[in-house]
């Protein structure tokens, strides 16, 4: 069982480039989220999609738009990336219903931009 | 402003003496609140979680208290054992529209000593 997959896992970037982390879930969870982590810092939500075809911003949107492709795959697009986006990012999935269930995460993709 | 703090950046202990890990939140709309483990290089992995009509939960070597009146909880950890050197980050989450959105604190690194 995958669980959480994000890809790529490394990447180095330009100032100005675009590229999509891609992220996959097989645990039938309805909600995802990205996260990113700095440095002293705690994870900060991005953007998140309670359900198919739905997407929120969460505390810190700017610069990043996302893409929920179907109920497994949740996508995070920097369009111009730039320095202060040089972050771990970490793509995570939860079910809903009347109980909270906890989050799952992946890996992380850890992103440089130069 | 921090909604979720964890004010002590760092803790040592001893092999197979008590761990306790602290965090206090100040959003009272919090109702669920959760404990992740992190080593380097990996996504955070969940550990413990407590609703708020709760005051403790066991889970094994591990316990989260809650003291809502104060906004604070812990996680004790009896006995320390070296694999629990890691990040630990306490998260909380609020009433939703059938997500569940987790504000993460900054993390405690512990450090169990042989």
């Known amino acids: 069982n995958a669980g959480v997959t994000q890809t790529p896992k490394f990447q180095v970037l330009k100032t100005g480039q675009s590229m999509t982390l891609q992220c996959a879930q097989d645990?039938?969870?309805?909600?995802m989220y990205w996260y990113r982590q700095d440095p002293g810092m705690g994870l900060r939500l991005i953007y998140y999609s309670a359900s198919e075809g739905t997407t929120d911003k969460g505390e810190v949107p700017n610069g990043y738009n996302v893409s929920r492709l179907n109920k497994r795959e949740f996508s995070l697009r920097l369009e111009s990336a730039a320095p202060s986006q040089t972050s771990v990012y970490f793509c995570?999935?939860?079910?809903?219903?009347?109980?909270?269930?906890?989050?799952?995460f992946g890996q992380g993709t850890r992103l440089t931009v130069v | 402003d921090q909604q979720v703090k964890q004010n002590s950046p760092s803790l040592s202990v001893q092999e197979g003496r008590i761990s306790i890990l602290n965090c206090d939140y100040t959003?009272?709309?919090?109702?669920?609140f959760l404990w992740y483990k992190k080593y380097p290089a990996e996504g955070p992995t969940f550990l413990i979680s407590?609703?708020?009509?709760?005051d403790k939960n066991e889970d094994g070597r591990f316990t989260v208290f809650l003291n809502k009146s104060a906004k604070h909880l812990s996680l004790h950890i009896v006995p320390s054992q070296p694999g629990d050197s890691a990040v630990y980050f306490c998260a909380a989450s609020e009433p939703g529209a059938g997500s569940y959105q987790l504000t993460f604190g900054k993390g405690t690194k512990l450090s169990v000593i042989p």
């Open positions: 645990m039938n969870h309805n909600s």
């Open positions: 995570a999935s939860s079910g809903t219903g009347t109980l909270n269930t906890e989050a799952f």
């Open positions: 407590i609703s708020s009509i709760k």
């Open positions: 959003n009272s709309m919090f109702d669920y």
